[in-house]
């Protein structure tokens, strides 16, 4: 049997060990530490943001901005319905019921068209949402201006759930500093990684303190222990952020190589009948964090999942694109808005949808490989 291709493993550089040596050397291998002060200052250096904050996972950044933005029992927030159950499942722990909304087809992300009738319809009924949360799929920018146009009309804040596109841009500026608060992962199949990990950022200086604070174990200034109100202990080890900081500075090199693979992968398969690729929008610079195929029904008898079966056969990992969120039984009874009435494009993409192996480190044999296995596949 070949060896066995991943989906999106985790891509050391060898720089990661010299921090994580500084870090035993100075016998910080405790949560918190100078690493993580310097993990910090680095992203927020490198997304233009005032300040970040590290924490366990994007999930915790998530919870935590959403705190932040007042989120609460009774609440209702909007939220990308094609992502990864994380993006909404902190509304669910701060007792807030999420509203899905639908993709747009250029960027696969939130469509506004479905967002502005989402907020008549909550204007109408009397409750605006606290806040919306816009997912950046697949290492892409959601189409932020008229997003951000009309939650500022209505007041309502953005968290960006920007887990899979650390390195992508919207018009020039970094995705994920578009919304009062942004998130990023470092979980272990993410573009960079920590092992496990995220970050919050935001311009908010005084928010992130609070956010800290609430993150470990919030306790108050004082000598003997004392709490005043509900924290977590959210925070980054010292250790995870000295790997973290030798991933950030190959970053450049693996966006690079993630958008050499889709190009690889749309160039040998793009001409077939039937095969499109994930578009990349005008309005910016996706990290292509995964390369995502879909398959014509029309034209392609056999769907995307028959393929993710074949593919695995040949011990090849590939994945169907998320499953809608309006989809799980999890929120089953939400309000789903779709991007027009007749058509809801996250769910002709979870049908149609493939994601293919797009780790940085697959040499272009491996890359060759899955391109013979999906020829073969489709010959068949
Ligand atoms: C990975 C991911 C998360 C969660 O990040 P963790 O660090 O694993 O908690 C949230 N949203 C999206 C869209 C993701 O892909």
Request: hydrophobic fraction near 40%; aromatic fraction near 10%; include cysteine.
């Given at each position: 049997?070949?060896?066995?291709?991943?989906?999106?493993?985790?891509?050391?550089?060898?720089?990661?060990?010299?921090?994580?040596?500084?870090?035993?050397?100075?016998?910080?291998?405790?949560?918190?530490?100078?690493?993580?002060?310097?993990?910090?200052?680095?992203?927020?250096?490198?997304?233009?943001?005032?300040?970040?904050?590290?924490?366990?996972?994007?999930?915790?950044?998530?919870?935590?901005?959403?705190?932040?933005?007042?989120?609460?029992?009774?609440?209702?927030?909007?939220?990308?319905?094609?992502?990864?159950?994380?993006?909404?499942?902190?509304?669910?722990?701060?007792?807030?019921?999420?509203?899905?909304?639908?993709?747009?087809?250029?960027?696969?992300?939130?469509?506004?068209?479905?967002?502005?009738?989402?907020?008549?319809?909550?204007?109408?009924?009397?409750?605006?949402?606290?806040?919306?949360?816009?997912?950046?799929?697949?290492?892409?920018?959601?189409?932020?201006?008229?997003?951000?146009?009309?939650?500022?009309?209505?007041?309502?804040?953005v968290l960006e759930d920007a887990a899979e596109s650390l390195g992508a841009t919207y018009k020039g500026k970094a995705s994920g500093t578009f919304g009062r608060f942004g998130v990023?992962?470092?979980?272990?199949?993410?573009?960079?990684?920590?092992?496990?990990?995220?970050?919050?950022?935001?311009?908010?200086?005084?928010?992130?303190?609070?956010?800290?604070?609430?993150?470990?174990?919030?306790?108050?200034?004082?000598?003997?222990?004392?709490?005043?109100?509900?924290?977590?202990?959210?925070?980054?080890s010292n250790i995870c952020a000295a790997i973290g900081r030798g991933q950030l500075r190959v970053l450049e090199e693996r966006i690079q190589r993630k958008r050499e693979i889709f190009e690889i992968y749309q160039e040998q398969l793009g001409s077939i009948p039937g095969i499109s690729f994930m578009p990349e929008a005008s309005f910016g610079r996706s990290n292509r964090w995964l390369t995502v195929m879909t398959l014509d029904p029309s034209i392609i008898k056999r769907g995307p999942w028959e393929l993710v079966d074949y593919l695995e056969e040949h011990n090849i990992e590939s994945r169907p694109v998320w499953k809608p969120m309006h989809r799980q039984p999890l929120f089953e009874g939400a309000k789903y808005y779709p991007h027009d009435e007749n058509s809801s494009v996250s769910d002709t993409l979870f049908e149609t949808g493939i994601c293919l192996p797009s780790g940085t480190s697959m040499t272009d044999q491996d890359i060759e490989r899955v391109i013979d296995e999906i020829r073969s596949y489709l010959a068949s």
């Open positions: 049997m070949a060896e066995r291709i991943f989906l999106s493993p985790p891509h050391l550089s060898g720089q990661e060990l010299e921090f994580v040596h500084e870090a035993f050397e100075s016998n910080w291998i405790a949560p918190l530490g100078p690493q993580v002060e310097a993990f910090e200052n680095e992203v927020a250096a490198y997304v233009g943001t005032k300040g970040a904050l590290a924490l366990s996972s994007g999930t915790a950044g998530i919870h935590l901005g959403l705190r932040l933005l007042g989120v609460g029992p009774g609440a209702t927030v909007f939220c990308s319905t094609l992502t990864f159950v994380a993006s909404v499942n902190p509304a669910l722990y701060l007792g807030a019921r999420p509203v899905f909304i639908d993709s747009e087809p250029d960027s696969w992300n939130m469509s506004p068209a479905a967002l502005e009738r989402a907020f008549d319809d909550a204007r109408k009924e009397g409750q605006l949402p606290k806040a919306v949360i816009v997912v950046n799929l697949y290492g892409q920018s959601a189409d932020m201006d008229p997003i951000l146009e009309l939650c500022n009309a209505y007041g309502v804040p990023y992962s470092f979980n272990g199949n993410k573009i960079i990684t920590t092992s496990g990990g995220g970050m919050l950022v935001s311009d908010d200086t005084d928010a992130l303190k609070k956010a800290r604070f609430w993150a470990t174990q919030a306790r108050d200034p004082a000598r003997h222990y004392q709490h005043s109100e509900m924290g977590y202990n959210y925070r980054m």
